[in-house]
């Protein structure tokens, strides 16, 4: 793997929407040389089939014990967050067991669910990594100046996904790089990470050379979480 990490930090399992198991999903990784893979199943939302806070105890010991199996992948904790609130009740989360996380990723945000002003009553109580999934920030943001959005991004504390799923692309490009000025932006003052979206494909869950080629060309892998 060498002094880079290769990480993959957004992945459903069969506590969501995911067809596979905790285990598999922390198989594949460490078979395929991931240093970092996250599980971050939907949580509390009406969108899909989501895990559920009386699961959660149960989610983060099989998460536990994916991890003491598969020493050769680090393994984190986490769950993806819905921010419509006509699908997730956002004030009534629970605050404690989130704490027990490492990473919590929130989707559709300044989009078609919260702005991140609407969410700081949230944020603000949250301790794991918090990171912005899937974004579409070329649209979402178009009227913006990169480095306006960069320090958005930076003063709420957010990193930012690279997605390598395919219901994230326009006209089969990936978002990320449709919105390779705003990552331009990015570099030396916003985290991002890569999340495969993983599904309903174990190899999904390695195969990452389109984003981590990105980061590369333009220059962003010091930017990446985990990185040395």
């Not at 009740?89 to 300044?110: C, G, K, M, Q, T």
């Not at 994230?168 to 000025?181: I, K, N, Q, T």
């Amino acid at each position: 793997m060498g002094a880079n990490p290769l990480i993959n930090l957004h992945n459903h399992t069969s506590y969501s929407d995911g067809d596979f198991t905790i285990e598999q999903v922390v198989d594949a990784a460490e078979r395929g040389g991931l240093s970092h893979i996250a599980i971050t199943d939907h949580f509390e939302t009406r969108k899909v089939y989501c895990l559920q806070t009386a699961q959660f105890d149960e989610y983060l010991e099989e998460i536990q014990a994916a991890a003491e199996r598969h020493p050769g992948v680090e393994v984190l904790s986490g769950v993806e967050i819905d921010t419509d609130p006509s699908r997730c009740d956002l004030e009534d989360l629970p605050i404690d067991l989130l704490n027990r996380l490492d990473i919590i990723l929130f989707e559709y945000v300044d989009d078609s669910g919260s702005s991140l002003e609407e969410l700081e009553p949230l944020l603000s109580q949250l301790r794991p990594l918090r990171g912005l999934a899937h974004m579409d920030i070329e649209r979402i943001y178009s009227g913006r100046e990169p480095d306006e959005v960069a320090s958005r991004f930076r003063d709420f504390g957010m990193f930012v996904e690279l997605n390598n799923a395919l219901p994230y692309r326009r006209d089969g490009v990936p978002f990320y790089e449709l919105a390779s000025r705003y990552f331009e932006a990015f570099h030396g003052r916003v985290r991002v990470s890569v999340g495969a979206d993983a599904h309903h494909s174990l190899e999904a869950v390695v195969r990452l050379d389109r984003p981590y080629r990105f980061l590369r060309n333009g220059g962003l892998t010091r930017d990446l979480l985990f990185h040395p």
